[in-house]
């Protein structure tokens, strides 16, 4: 009777952990066009590194920019997510005018983002003025994660 139970609770406790270890590495399957039409205006960017925990998260690999309704500055950050689990970070866009100053405006607010295991998501942001024609983005760690 007790090995019974005993055999019983260790099969449950297997089912549960493979169900949740197979929750934890979902990831993603994309399409794209093997010979891609678009030709994309690549920014340089210089990476500062405060938080190693992020780097090894949150990888920057590739920025864009163009401009949309005739004069507001368009950014394209892609974001890898190099973890095998599903990661939780938030961002947000600072923007500069051409003299290097900050453009004060309350879309600037720190956004929560979904990172899928090995997935590579593009975070957009859109310059709320004109003068805006610079940027800054901020990524942390979401403190829930």
Request: glycine share 4%; charged share 20%; hydrophobic share 40%.
């Amino acid at each position: 009777m007790i090995a019974t139970k005993f055999h019983s609770l260790l099969s449950f406790s297997a089912a549960c952990g493979l169900a949740l270890s197979l929750a934890a590495c979902t990831t993603t399957n994309t399409l794209e066009r093997e010979h891609p039409t678009a030709v994309p205006n690549n920014v340089a960017t210089r990476y500062v590194q405060t938080d190693n925990d992020l780097s090894d998260i949150a990888q920057v690999v590739g920025v864009r920019q163009a401009t949309v309704s005739g004069d507001l500055l368009k950014v394209d950050v892609d974001i890898y997510n190099n973890d095998v689990n599903t990661r939780q970070i938030v961002y947000k866009f600072e923007w500069f005018d051409n003299q290097g100053m900050h453009v004060e405006t309350p879309l600037s607010t720190w956004l929560p983002k979904s990172l899928l295991a090995k997935e590579t998501v593009t975070l957009s942001a859109v310059a709320p003025m004109p003068k805006a024609k610079d940027f800054k983005l901020k990524l942390q760690i979401s403190k829930g994660d």
